[in-house]
């Protein structure tokens, strides 16, 4: 799955420090990040993962756990707040492999992301057992009424048994 937008990374020593902003937007995660206060807040897959950092004070706080980081896997710069590429493996439970050759870089989840969820709901919706799609109906109004027409189910169901005549010992 290609992600929609291209992330903003780049190496630092042994680092690869990636743009939080940009990588938040890629993978659709709710999170708003102010370059400029060096803060991000929100939540990531789902509503009740909530995310907080505070780089000026180099603390994030993940699913109400809180913990110190290293200032060297935090920078802010006007624009933008870059990350340890080994930090947002650990935050939000990825595996990333870069390829700085081919500027790419590979990430498997352990959770499905949102737009991951939203391609796999679009694909099992045009998908059933003839391949067709989902139904196209035309809508048919219903009038409402106080009393309709009965009506009743029924299964038939026809069988062919033969018997043996057992013969007498």
């Given at each position: 799955?290609?992600?929609?937008?291209?992330?903003y990374?780049?190496?630092?020593g042994?680092?690869l420090?990636?743009?939080l902003?940009?990588?938040c937007?890629a993978?659709?995660?709710?999170?708003?990040?102010?370059a400029e206060?060096?803060?991000?807040?929100?939540?990531?897959i789902?509503?009740?993962?909530?995310?907080?950092?505070n780089?000026?004070k180099?603390?994030?706080t993940?699913?109400?756990?809180?913990?110190?980081?290293d200032p060297?896997d935090v920078s802010?710069t006007?624009t933008d707040?870059?990350v340890s590429?080994t930090?947002l493996e650990?935050?939000?439970?990825?595996d990333i492999?870069y390829?700085?050759?081919?500027?790419s870089?590979k990430?498997?989840?352990?959770?499905?992301?949102?737009?991951?969820?939203?391609?796999?709901?679009e694909?099992l919706g045009?998908?059933?057992?003839f391949?067709?799609g989902p139904?196209k109906l035309?809508l048919?109004?219903?009038?409402?009424r106080?009393v309709?027409k009965?009506?009743?189910?029924?299964?038939l169901?026809a069988?062919?048994?033969?018997?043996?005549?057992?013969?007498?010992?």
């Open positions: 799955l290609n992600l929609k937008q291209d992330i990374a780049i190496k630092q042994t680092r420090m990636v743009s902003g940009e990588f937007s993978a659709d995660f709710a999170i708003n990040v102010s206060e060096g803060r991000a807040e929100g939540w990531f789902r509503e009740d993962q909530r995310f907080y950092l780089a000026k180099h603390e994030v993940i699913m109400g756990q809180t913990s110190k980081l060297l802010t006007d707040l870059l590429s930090l650990k935050w939000f439970g990825i492999q390829d700085f050759a081919h500027l870089l990430i498997k989840t352990s959770q499905p992301w949102p737009m991951e969820a939203k391609l796999m709901r694909k045009t998908e059933n057992d391949n067709i139904a035309p048919q109004e219903e009038p409402m106080l309709s009965p009506y009743f189910q029924t299964n169901q069988g062919r048994y033969k018997f043996s005549k057992a013969t007498p010992a």
